[in-house]
């Protein structure tokens, strides 16, 4: 595969690292080497064989230009600018695509960008789904005020251009911040999500669902996880930060049971539907801070065999920690987005009774500085 370079690389802040693939898969290992080889061997990175357009999940904001011409594109990294974009080497073909039709619907149906300063307008930005199996595309036309005018034809006009896209859906953000999405919405055409299949299960996607963005290597992620966790039928499973119940539902076949934690209550419903579709009957969710409630669980003298955690960037909380090492699991399979928190949260772990087994680098945001990484961590003392 030729090496790509974006014309707009300095300009956009999306991409971090523009160097051929090979060595950034280098500079990921070397780095994963850097701050993780305290704890054990970091085995070779997972790369991609094609890093490019692996983004299912695609964003777009839009201006309006001193000739009252709709411009769209990506949200330059650490400002509210937006830098004119058609196709980004990161995201799916198709969802350029789409976005271009729909910056043209606009003009057509005289629904403009939404300007913060004066308050005119009515579109906030566009998110773009993609079901990489189903190839089902959920459309989120994200706006400041609830009217839409003429919102069933603009749909019905997007949907005859884009057959492949199944719904529609309208998300009403009153938050000036760039990207986000308010809590109110309305299904314009479809059902309001798409499915999508994921280590042989299906899965339901919403618009405000978290659903990891890179398919091909989440795959490999939770396929790697489900390895390193040596699941028999006798265990018992927790899935802390559980989102929409991807990694409970891929591991409710393999133990006993499965106890799934998010504090999103959306992606809590999301979690209950995916499981009835995948006739788990062995795997419940509640709604709660993961750290509140492993805290609660330890001091009840509940106990699991096998606890997986999935955090945000910023890691797990001292708390959670904490009360993982009170509840004292056989194994902890640790799935990180942010490397340098991982090595605080190991830090901790190794220092309370655990060690690491098993480390596993995977590139899932190729051209960025982001690694991830599965640990395996087992406990060595009471």
């Given at each position: 595969?030729?090496e ?76 509210g ?65 609830p ?16 057959p492949?896209?199944?719904t ?102 999301d ?10 009957k ?43 090492v ?10 990180s ?13 190794t ?26 961590l ?5």
């Amino acid at each position: 595969m030729s090496e790509q370079i974006c014309r707009l690389f300095k300009r956009c802040g999306g991409c971090q690292l523009q160097k051929p693939y090979a060595q950034q898969l280098q500079w990921k290992q070397e780095k994963a080497e850097r701050l993780l080889s305290r704890f054990g061997t970091c085995m070779p990175i997972i790369g991609m064989e094609d890093p490019t357009h692996y983004r299912n999940k695609v964003q777009h904001g839009f201006y309006t230009n001193p000739k009252r011409q709709i411009i769209s594109g990506i949200y330059q990294s650490g400002s509210g600018r937006i830098v004119p974009c058609e196709d980004c080497m990161l995201e799916d073909l198709l969802s350029d695509r789409m976005i271009l039709t729909i910056k043209k619907l606009m003009q057509s149906f005289r629904l403009f960008p939404y300007n913060p300063n004066t308050g005119q307008g009515l579109v906030r930005h566009v998110m773009i789904r993609k079901g990489y199996h189903s190839g089902e595309y959920l459309v989120c036309m994200v706006t400041a005020k609830p009217t839409f005018p003429s919102k069933r034809n603009f749909s019905a006009a997007l949907m005859r251009q884009h057959p492949e896209i199944k719904t529609v859906v309208q998300n009403i953000c009153t938050n000036p911040m760039p990207l986000t999405m308010g809590e109110q919405e309305s299904v314009l055409a479809g059902k309001g999500y798409i499915t999508d299949t994921l280590c042989g299960k299906q899965f339901k996607i919403s618009a405000r669902s978290f659903y990891q963005v890179n398919p091909v290597q989440t795959e490999i992620l939770y396929r790697t996880a489900m390895e390193f966790a040596e699941l028999t039928p006798e265990d018992r499973v927790l899935d802390c930060y559980c989102g929409i119940g991807t990694i409970g539902i891929i591991a409710a076949e393999r133990c006993k049971e499965v106890f799934g934690i998010e504090l999103n209550g959306s992606a809590v419903a999301d979690a209950k539907q995916n499981a009835a579709m995948n006739h788990c009957k062995n795997i419940r969710f509640i709604q709660a801070d993961s750290g509140h409630a492993m805290e609660e669980m330890a001091e009840a003298g509940e106990s699991a065999d096998v606890v997986f955690t999935d955090p945000p960037r910023t890691g797990s909380d001292k708390r959670f920690l904490a009360s993982m090492v009170t509840m004292a699991p056989k194994r902890i399979v640790y799935i990180s987005c942010g490397i340098e928190t991982l090595q605080r949260d190991l830090r901790f772990l190794t220092a309370n009774g655990y060690a690491v087994k098993r480390i596993q680098p995977v590139d899932m945001f190729p051209h960025t500085t982001h690694v991830e990484t599965v640990v395996l961590l087992s406990r060595e003392k009471p």
